[in-house]
């Protein structure tokens, strides 16, 4: 099957094969910058995913999804109802994200392309606070994606835009200053989690060498990295925000969206701004995202930047913050639509019952433990420090749709490069996990890492099903996933080699 010269080979059968679905898949594919590109011949984006439902086993919502079939189904419905006009579309996705997560009208909504973007949107409203200018206080860089090095120092990320404005990676964009970075890293050299109040310190450190240089410091919480991790705690935030006031700013990188409702609440009663992406966790077509910001942040900030007028449409600012109308009054209606999905989908799993996600929770957690960890040897990398596993009970949602596996004792994956291959293999062959991440370290070296993460749509389905048919379910999953591990070691000719299944 292909659509717009775009093969699709392994599209699900039962979505409609017409002139409907050939348009969605062009539309969620543009609007994007180089990553959201579907090569040709694959049909899949460099994420190895898909904006299209596909007959792949995934979980890897720690990276990118594929759509469900329910959601492309609700896009062709919006799509044949005709979209509104585009500043009218995401008004009326903000009115459903408030809805959704309970915010009232004392907060903005900013939306970006992608996570990545996000960055320029916390920077402009530091714009001014001190007139050394800006210390953007990042936490474990690697645990949040390369681009934010690029974007929370102020600079292009990508080569072009979503506005498919051509740029120069690492350079300023136009009108933010002097803008600093500090990365504070999550974890100890031995790649273990360092603990909430050892990054409060380090965070402190910072704090004081922007005060020394006038600068105003933007502090990043960060609230489910890459594997999960959430630091530092609210008790921390409040300790430095009674220390240095008005001299600090936080802005919370959930941009995994595994977070609940009182979690976000809490950053934003102390007027933090939060991050959030529809294509991860919220299992939404890659890429979108959006800011979450207190009303009075943005009524306090500065004019926008002009450079941003290379990066955002006019409609995706909150139309009270200054300069919004400088911006360009095009539409993007890729974009409105990877939006459109992401919150349909957010809204079916805040329908569901906390009981009810905590028990397929625990099946996902005996079928990864019993199918994968201890029948081939290998060990899970957990969400907090050593001694701190109380962090597991706060943040029970969060911590535990997301299972980071250490592999490197793996002959095919001992090295970070090594899972790379191992991953780009599972996934051309119909397996799609989370990308590696580097916080296993072996022999002075990046260990091999996988990782298996539950999305909501993978939720709201399993939650349908009888407890027997989803511990069923799983059991097979990750039975097929040991299996499909076991037999690319076989395809790399490794004879010593066994991983039991």
Excluded at 103 to 130: N, Q, W
Excluded at 269 to 297: C, E, H, Q, Y
Excluded at 470 to 497: C, G
């Amino acid at each position: 099957m292909g659509h717009n010269g775009i093969k699709t080979p392994d599209i699900v059968h039962d979505i409609a094969d017409d002139e409907l679905t050939s348009e969605l898949i062009s539309l969620l594919s543009s609007g994007g910058d180089a990553r959201i590109t579907l090569n040709p011949e694959t049909g899949l984006n460099k994420y190895y995913s898909a904006p299209y439902p596909r007959q792949t086993l995934a979980y890897a919502s720690s990276t990118a999804n594929d759509l469900s079939p329910e959601a492309f189904c609700h896009l062709r419905d919006v799509l044949t109802a005709g979209l509104p006009d585009y500043a009218v579309h995401l008004d009326r996705l903000r009115t459903r994200i408030r809805a959704t997560y309970q915010l009232g009208e004392d907060v903005d909504i900013i939306f970006a392309p992608s996570g990545t973007d996000l960055e320029y949107v916390a920077l402009a409203a530091m714009i001014g606070k001190a007139s050394g200018g800006i210390h953007n206080i990042l936490l474990g860089a690697d645990e949040v994606g390369s681009g934010c090095i690029h974007s929370a120092h102020g600079c292009f990320f990508a080569e072009e835009t979503a506005l498919g404005i051509a740029t120069e990676k690492g350079r300023p964009v136009a009108g933010f200053g002097d803008v600093s970075m500090a990365d504070v890293p999550v974890r100890c050299t031995a790649g273990q989690a360092r603990c909430s109040e050892t990054i409060s310190q380090a965070i402190e450190q910072e704090i004081v060498l922007a005060q020394a240089s006038d600068k105003h410091a933007l502090v990043h919480v960060v609230h489910g990295s890459k594997t999960g991790l959430i630091l530092p705690e609210l008790s921390e935030i409040d300790a430095l925000k009674a220390k240095f006031g008005d001299d600090v700013s936080f802005v919370v990188d959930a941009c995994q969206a595994r977070i609940t409702i009182p979690a976000l609440h809490e950053y934003l009663v102390r007027g933090a701004m939060v991050f959030l992406t529809g294509s991860k966790f919220m299992g939404g077509a890659p890429f979108n995202g959006w800011a979450i910001a207190p009303r009075d942040m943005v009524e306090g900030a500065a004019t926008l930047p002009a450079g941003l007028n290379k990066v955002f449409r006019r409609a995706e600012f909150s139309k009270g913050w200054a300069g919004q109308n400088t911006l360009s009054k095009g539409e993007n209606p890729g974009l409105a639509l990877r939006y459109e999905v992401s919150i349909f989908e957010l809204e079916r799993f805040q329908n569901l019952e906390v009981e009810r996600i905590a028990q397929v929770l625990d099946s996902f957690e005996t079928a990864v433990i019993g199918k994968l960890v201890e029948p081939m040897g290998i060990k899970l990398v957990r969400p907090y420090s050593q001694g701190q596993e109380n962090e597991l009970r706060e943040h029970p949602i969060e911590m535990r749709t997301l299972e980071t596996l250490d592999v490197s004792s793996l002959e095919i994956a001992r090295t970070f490069d090594d899972a790379q291959v191992v991953h780009r293999k599972l996934a051309l062959s119909g397996i799609r996990l989370g990308q590696p991440v580097k916080c296993v370290r072996r022999n002075d070296a990046w260990g091999g890492t996988l990782r298996i993460g539950l999305s909501m749509p993978q939720l709201t389905r399993l939650c349908a099903l009888p407890v027997r048919e989803v511990e069923e379910a799983l059991q097979q999953d990750m039975q097929l996933i040991a299996e499909s591990i076991a037999k690319v070691a076989n395809e790399e000719n490794h004879p010593t080699q066994h991983i039991a299944c």
